[in-house]
């Protein structure tokens, strides 16, 4: 059956056709076997796999969705807008551990983004066998080019129609021109079993022994997902041989026990990949090499676990807050484990207090929120005791704790104790829909999860406690008040950074230095944290001394720059400084490495100022630095900003620049404040911002005003 999307409206099926035949495209042209179509989804940051071709859609559902800002080839390609070329698996491990660690395959694959203009829709990705050594042919990149910007020409007329161009359901995925049947009819006298499967798990052939296996139950077999057909072989332990199949061309054998929950006897699996498919036989361990059914069944269940470790342990370590933790956990370890619910708890003065949930029926969880250490709940004895509890049912759960409040669902829970260094952190709690067991290697690898949680949220609370450090000291660096002067008024704005949470550098100020002169200021120290807002506090109260010592703008300037070599080395900073005469307008400006600032005319027409500029401060102790002179005329602007307000990944400055200038023009300067709040505005509403932003504006009232 062709899996649909969600809406099942005619223009979102027309759309889910236009990305599967994009896909097929591309595979096709690259010499690909599997192909798919990333689109941005109502979620801000959230990129989700719209249409997928030649592999199973549940065995890749942990990837289905796919964050902006994770260490992705797919989320680089839309991040950046460059094309992402993964000849072979040692150039995905050494730029992309994660996606390696996740699909331990060797594979090739390609990524390129669908955009046009400015307008970012997703990115076309094509998965094709391995070339060791041999990077991507410029012909390959080319024909990909080229069907990526057919594809981005076709969704801008969606978007022209009215039709909104993103996706939330699952991916759509079409149904291949393969005839059912179509093995030879000797197979069907083997006592072994065989089946042959399309590139998305559906069963194309089924001998008669096939027939009689457990879950057949002697119905026909054929057009059914493998997986569905015989669900004992959908275990997770056996999901990394079956991915590894559709990756890879080698073949692929294991021994599963048949029968669901997986009871019966053992049998040996062999998959034989092809490009147009997977053969699949099943018979007696036997005729295989193995040490015993057992033993290698255990092997298999070890082999797919070692994987999850690795992918969370790699993620773990790019999460610098407890909301990122506890993202980086419902997006790695839930699809592992099969699970839907997940609940972190961490403990503050010998209380749980609810820092994270998901999956549990609204307000369930807020009777919970807040007990102490000596209530007895499975969450709190998971920590007091140090040991992991499981239930594989809420029976089981109820049972053990009568009088527990339970929530509507009906399947397992695991409750975990997050202890990092022998420190109590708190405890995780992960819930499935239906009753499971959990077996002897997943209690083992459940528990040493939790371990890296918890490493990574003590991490994530030092970390919290730093940023609050910078914070409070870059607000206590940053003027309260601007002076209050005759003929100019002034306003400025920070806006901190997102992504990664630190604190920058960036800083304003305005100082008067004379009976009718203003200095206007502001600049943008490398890095961000502690030594940032500590480097700009310096700097500033260094631009302060040496305005208010009587020196001309290039003296402010390099003095400021000879200073920032000696106090500290290797540091740097860019800067742009104005000297206005609020009497008749003249100002005197010198740039260190700064962007351009913007002038608005009393007609509102407005430009991009050209000052001759100098490099940036702690690079060269004899740097000079350069006057450009100009007038501010009764009613125009002035406005300085640091490069986060026109800065964005994957696009070229000048279109920042371009777009804060058109802003700027259609703003009207009175009040001033609103201005402002505009400006900042327009960029501080992305959920995203990789830098800090600040803003100073000077408008000149004249005489009058």
Not at 254 to 276: I, K, N, Q, T
Not at 350 to 356: D, I, P, S
Not at 379 to 386: A, C, H, I, K, Q
Not at 486 to 493: A, K, L, N
Request: proline residues 8%; negative net charge.
């Amino acid at each position: 059956m062709t899996a649909r999307p969600d809406s099942g409206s005619p223009a979102t099926d027309a759309l889910a056709r236009v990305l599967a035949r994009a896909a097929m495209a591309a595979e096709e042209a690259v010499g690909g076997y599997a192909g798919g179509v990333y689109l941005r989804s109502r979620t801000d940051g959230l990129l989700r796999l719209a249409a997928l071709d030649g592999l199973p859609g549940r065995l890749f559902r942990p990837w289905w969705r796919m964050h902006v800002n994770r260490p992705y080839p797919v989320a680089e390609a839309f991040r950046s807008g460059q094309a992402v070329h993964l000849p072979d698996a040692e150039s995905a491990m050494r730029h992309f551990p994660q996606l390696t660690a996740g699909l331990p395959f060797t594979f090739g694959s390609l990524y390129e983004p669908v955009a046009a203009g400015d307008e970012r829709f997703g990115v076309l990705m094509v998965l094709r066998p391995a070339t060791p050594g041999v990077a991507v042919r410029p012909a390959d990149r080319e024909r990909m080019r080229g069907i990526a910007a057919r594809l981005a020409a076709e969704l801008t007329a969606f978007t022209a129609s009215g039709v909104p161009v993103v996706w939330d359901g699952d991916p759509f995925r079409p149904e291949p021109a393969v005839p059912l049947g179509g093995a030879e009819a000797a197979v069907d006298r083997l006592a072994q079993a065989v089946l042959s499967t399309d590139r998305q798990g559906r069963i194309r052939y089924a001998n008669a022994a096939a027939a009689a296996l457990p879950g057949a139950q002697g119905r026909p077999l054929l057009g059914e997902v493998l997986w569905e057909a015989l669900p004992w072989l959908g275990h997770p332990a056996y999901e990394d041989h079956f991915r590894a199949v559709f990756m890879a061309p080698q073949p692929v054998y294991f021994v599963a026990r048949e029968g669901h929950p997986p009871s019966g006897r053992w049998l040996s699996v062999g998959l034989h990949p092809g490009p147009d498919g997977v053969t699949v036989t099943l018979g007696s361990p036997a005729s295989v090499s193995y040490a015993s059914p057992q033993e290698s069944a255990s092997s298999a269940d070890r082999s797919s676990a070692l994987y999850r470790p690795v992918a969370l342990a790699i993620a773990l370590t790019e999460a610098m807050t407890a909301r990122q933790v506890s993202a980086v956990v419902t997006e790695e370890l839930l699809p592992a484990f099969g699970g839907r619910q997940l609940a972190i708890y961490l403990l503050d003065e010998r209380h749980l207090h609810l820092a994270w949930e998901t999956g549990f029926p609204r307000g369930f969880l807020d009777r919970f929120d807040g007990v102490g250490l000596d209530v007895r709940l499975p969450g709190v004895e998971t920590l007091t005791s140090g040991r992991p509890l499981f239930f594989e049912s809420m029976g089981h759960l109820a049972a053990a704790y009568p009088g527990i409040p339970l929530d509507t669902h009906v399947g397992a829970r695991a409750f975990l104790p997050l202890i990092a260094s022998g420190r109590p952190v708190g405890s995780c709690i992960l819930g499935f829909d239906t009753p499971r067991s959990f077996s002897a290697e997943e209690r083992t690898v459940l528990t040493a999860l939790a371990g890296l949680i918890a490493q990574a949220l003590e991490r994530a609370r030092r970390y919290d406690s730093e940023a609050a450090l910078a914070r409070g000291l870059q607000s206590a660096l940053l003027p309260h008040r601007l002076p209050v002067s005759e003929h100019v008024v002034t306003v400025g704005r920070y806006l901190p950074g997102t992504v990664g949470m630190d604190v920058g550098g960036d800083w304003y100020d305005v100082t008067e230095t004379g009976p009718d002169s203003l200095a206007l200021v502001i600049g943008d120290v490398q890095g961000h944290g502690v030594a940032a807002a500590a480097t700009m506090g310096q700097l500033r109260s260094a631009v302060r001394a040496f305005a208010l010592g009587g020196n001309a703008p290039e003296q402010v300037v390099r003095g400021t720059n000879r200073l920032l070599i000696d106090l500290d080395p290797g540091q740097f900073a860019s800067c742009c400084y104005a000297e206005l005469d609020r009497t008749t307008g003249r100002v005197r400006a010198v740039r260190a490495g700064h962007p351009q600032p913007l002038l608005r005319h009393p007609d509102g027409r407005t430009e991009v100022l050209d000052l001759r500029g100098g490099v940036v401060l702690g690079v060269d102790p004899g740097a000079s630095y350069p006057v450009t002179e100009f007038v501010l005329e009764p009613g125009a602007l002035l406005a300085l900003y640091t490069d986060g307000l026109v800065e964005q990944p994957g696009k070229d400055i000048d279109a920042g620049v371009e777009r804060l200038r058109a802003a700027l023009a259609a703003a009207p300067p009175v009040p001033l404040t609103e201005t402002a709040d505009r400006l900042a505005g327009g960029a501080g509403t992305s959920g995203h911002r990789p830098d800090d932003i600040a803003l100073l504006l000077a408008w000149r009232t004249g005489a009058a005003g």
